[in-house]
């Protein structure tokens, strides 16, 4: 952390709310959740939330430990915020302390959800969304050779990564390298730097950095610009790794499949010659029908899967992926994501513009993660285009905000993949990133200090997730995000992974502290002399040690390669080595089989 950070403090100024205590806002609490992909129902995954809190609440109360209690849970209606003929639904509740507690008394919370499903629904084609995918999985090539200057934003995020790592063993003035380097980072996308290193290079940005800096500072400056480039190197190589196995299994499975169909129509069509004599004609009927051909099989196989669930997952969750990532302004899907856009941001306003709100905790599943947070910096274009003296205070008072929590967040995913489109303008890129803004900006920051805490949970299990970097400030990385590694179960399952952090103890708690207790908030922070205040004392990151998936991915991961070696022994008459493969492969695949049995039975580690 810089030390500039000793300046100016993250609270509120006098143009906000007084506070009551701990930060505690006057006022209801107002929490707003943004859904997941898919056909979700109407305040489903809300009610999700409140029964964690409420489940939570209970069983810590039978166990000796009250921590209060979540009272008269029920839906009411009020004026919407700006159209008399509209009413706005959310669900309220009370939250009643323990005794002797001495905070600032029961708490109203109001419940209020960003659904936007609707606007997605029947939208398009598996086929289509399926190709779509399969034209994403060069971006880790693209990626790797394009330009140092280029894809800013990615770059960033492999610095706070290896910020993060870091963190453990580099203290004091070392860490201020990492800022450091971020800002030569910032002046090397300038059009002056774009004059005098035209080509955008790694070794030119090394060759800016030994003209503008001398001595020991020069050399460590060059030394972690290594690690940096090697580390995202590393990021670019493991991506590559990951979506070439994905493709592998795909079509090692669909061959398989294929394979097995062909084999069944060509034994029915044996039996029904067999039975010729019981049943003329039988046997030349089969062969006119039943075509014996691949593609036939093929067309089987696709079907199944289509009816199976294939479909859905691709037209009901890839698609909203899909329309959400379109920027280009010119293509339909763009004009579903500007609705789902507007969609979250009149909740947001609903919430901020009651002036009996005192505090706004947002929350967000999977993609909604990524709809929240563009509608909070959305928030912020609106209050600069006002021309308020601190577009944090008015005219929508985002001063209000204080935690932003996210759980299965694909954020870097979709920043990866869709967010670091190339252009030769140099003034068009920056643009984009400035209109674009990030957690050094309104309301994640006030006054170049952090002020909104960003928390994210995720679970290696669940491959939606990540912890999530991108969102990194452009100049400073102490605006970064606050990543909670969680363990859910004992045996790792992707989709329940991804669908149990609301029954997870670990992360329901967390939302209790959060939305009922205002914890971990940067109101209050001790201040450290000649360093300013301590932000990392509030938050909750790295959370559960990493690993735990291993005993899935590791298997996963060799059964494709091991399938492909067992397929090319056949081939080229190496039996021992198709032999040896095929063990391996029944091997990985029974461990894969056997992580499904046990994970069920044994279910999460930390059931609410």
């Known amino acids: 952390m810089s030390s500039d950070q000793s300046h100016t403090h993250a609270v509120p100024d006098s143009e906000s709310p007084a506070d009551s205590g701990s930060g505690q806002r006057s006022g209801h609490i107002a929490v707003i959740h943004v859904h997941g992909m898919g056909n979700q129902r109407r305040y489903e995954e809300t009610s999700q939330v409140i029964d964690g809190i409420d489940s939570y609440l209970t069983r810590s109360r039978q166990a000796g430990r009250d921590k209060g209690a979540v009272r008269r849970i029920e839906p009411e209606s009020v004026p919407h915020h700006s159209d008399d003929a509209r009413s706005v639904t959310y669900i309220g509740a009370t939250y009643l302390p323990p005794k002797n507690d001495p905070g600032p008394g029961n708490q109203e919370i109001r419940f209020y959800e960003a659904y936007w499903a609707p606007v997605m629904a029947n939208s398009s084609s598996a086929r289509r969304v399926f190709w779509w995918i399969l034209r994403q999985s060069p971006r880790p090539v693209s990626v790797y050779f394009t330009p140092w200057r280029e894809r800013a934003r990615l770059r960033r995020a492999a610095l706070q990564g290896l910020a993060e790592r870091r963190a453990d063993w580099v203290e004091g003035p070392a860490r201020d390298l990492f800022d450091r380097l971020l800002h030569h980072y910032e002046a090397f996308g300038g059009l002056a730097a774009q004059r005098d290193y035209p080509e955008g290079s790694h070794a030119e940005f090394q060759e800016m950095i030994s003209q503008q800096e001398t001595g020991q500072m020069r050399d460590d400056l060059l030394e972690l610009s290594r690690d940096w480039l090697a580390a995202f190197g590393r990021t670019q190589l493991r991506n590559f790794g990951i979506i070439v196995t994905i493709l592998l299994a795909m079509a090692e499975v669909f061959g398989l499949l294929t394979w097995t169909v062909l084999e069944l129509l060509s034994l029915a069509v044996g039996m029904a010659a067999r039975m010729n004599e019981v049943i003329p004609g039988l046997g030349e009927f089969a062969e006119e029908q039943l075509t014996l051909d691949w593609s036939t099989a093929a067309g089987i196989v696709s079907t199944v899967l289509l009816s199976w669930g294939l479909r859905d997952f691709l037209v ?166 606050d990543n909670v590694h969680v363990a859910g179960r004992y045996f790792p399952d992707p989709g329940r992974s991804h669908n149990g952090y609301f029954r997870d103890r670990v992360v329901v708690d967390g939302l209790f502290q959060t939305i009922c207790r205002n914890a971990w908030s940067y109101d209050d922070l001790p201040l ?81």
């Not at 938050?539 to 899935?552: F, I, M």
């Open 316 to 481: 009901n969750r890839m698609y909203d992926v899909e329309a959400w990532s379109t920027y280009e302004e010119t293509d339909e899907k763009h004009q579903r994501r500007a609705k789902v856009l507007a969609e979250t941001t009149d909740v947001m306003r609903q919430a901020l513009k009651d002036p009996d709100c005192g505090r706004v905790v947002v929350t967000a599943h999977s993609l909604g993660t990524s709809v929240a947070h563009d509608a909070l910096l959305s928030l912020r274009r609106e209050n600069e285009v006002a021309g308020g003296s601190d577009p944090i205070v008015g005219p929508l008072p985002l001063f209000k905000l204080r935690h932003f929590v996210t759980f299965g967040s694909p954020v870097d995913k979709i920043n990866y993949f869709f967010e670091s489109a190339r252009s030769r303008s140099h003034r068009y890129r920056r643009v984009i990133e400035t209109l674009r803004g990030d957690i050094g900006s309104v309301p994640f920051a006030r006054n170049r200090k952090p002020y909104v805490h960003w928390i994210n949970y995720w679970d290696e299990a669940d491959i939606i997730s990540g912890p999530l970097q991108s969102p990194v400030a452009v100049d400073d990385l102490a605006h970064r995000v």
């Open 528 to 608: 450290i002399e000649r360093r300013g205040y301590d932000y990392d004392a509030v938050r909750q990151g790295p959370g559960r040690g990493r690993g735990h998936a291993l005993k899935l991915h590791v298997p996963a991961v060799l059964a494709p390669w091991a399938g492909m070696v067992w397929a090319g022994g056949h081939v080229l008459g190496a039996e021992g080595l198709a032999t040896g493969a095929m063990w391996v492969t029944l091997g990985a695949l029974g461990a894969v089989v056997l992580n499904g049995v046990v994970n069920w039975a044994r279910g999460g580690r930390n059931p609410v």
